[in-house]
């Protein structure tokens, strides 16, 4: 007997096929490969690139180079928002002559307004035998640990001169932010911030709806936290490391150190951290290191004189104590560095 096998019934699902799957991974991908090659400031635009930073390193890594190549000439150096530094550029291909310096540091160093801008301008004046350029990459609230991250990242750029500026105050804000950091990064947040279409797209709405913004860390501020002595050894500990592997980075490739301490107003008062912190400035002394002492060239000047060189908080530096501290760094290096030996050292 023989018995026929039935038809198919036009109505049985066939399995479907994973192109759905497949086109999503592939858009993906290429969403994510966008993220990474276009968020550059030519193309998304110098204000927004300084508003959104395609991750949450908080200034302890670079997406990208903070100097990189903008034409066939010139190197510029863009602002981020980690890094908020002044847009500012230099020479693709060192020219014959040229001392490239690089600063690196706090709020004392920071802005266009900075003594390093009045450096340069002093050298070229005092000094038209070399060719002067000064990059500014110091950064306001930034203590060691991430003027350390700048510096590597900037040795690409063949400096003939490192300028270290010796705040000594930014090491809670450092550990603070490497807190934070570390905090976003946990679970799941560990792979899922990796994706900078992800970090982007977040940020660009944070920009508009305050319930995407990271939430403000919760915790003891900088004043009672610098109660702690032993948040203070720690503090010194790590910006006596910081600068010491900063030191040696530049002995190896044989490039001179400058390191400014930072002034105060008033007389270290003993047991102070204020003198502590000097103290460990003075310690770095060592070949190829130079060392200007910012805070007793200030108070060598007249008490009447001495309020005019700094802000109104009596902090940070005026526009005349930023020019005082390039004056006595002008006469520093055309006396000590070798490259400087061809000028007069006035």
Known sequence: MYISNPEPSSTTKRPR????LAWTL?????VEAAARLLWTPAQVGPELYARVEPSFDYGFDFTRPQCEPDDEAKITCWPTQYRPIFKQSFDRIKRPNTIRAFTFGGSHAAGA???????VRLLRRTCGARRWEGINLAVKGQGSTRALVALKDALR???DLVILDFGGTNEYEDERDLNRRAQLHTSIWKFVLTSRAVVIGRKLLALHFELMRVPRMTGEGEQVASRNPENLARWEHSLADNFREM???THGRGIPVVIVGRASRNAHAPRSRDLASHRLFLSLASDGVLLFDAHAAFQAVDRASLKALFRGNGDHYSRKGHELIAQGLAALLLRELPAARVCDPR
């Open 247 to 249: 030191i040696a980075l």
């Open 157 to 159: 750029h063949e400096p």
């Open 26 to 30: 592939v858009w993906l991908i290429g």
């Open 113 to 119: 307004g900075g003594y390093t801008g009045a450096l």
């Open 17 to 20: 096929r994973p192109w759905a």
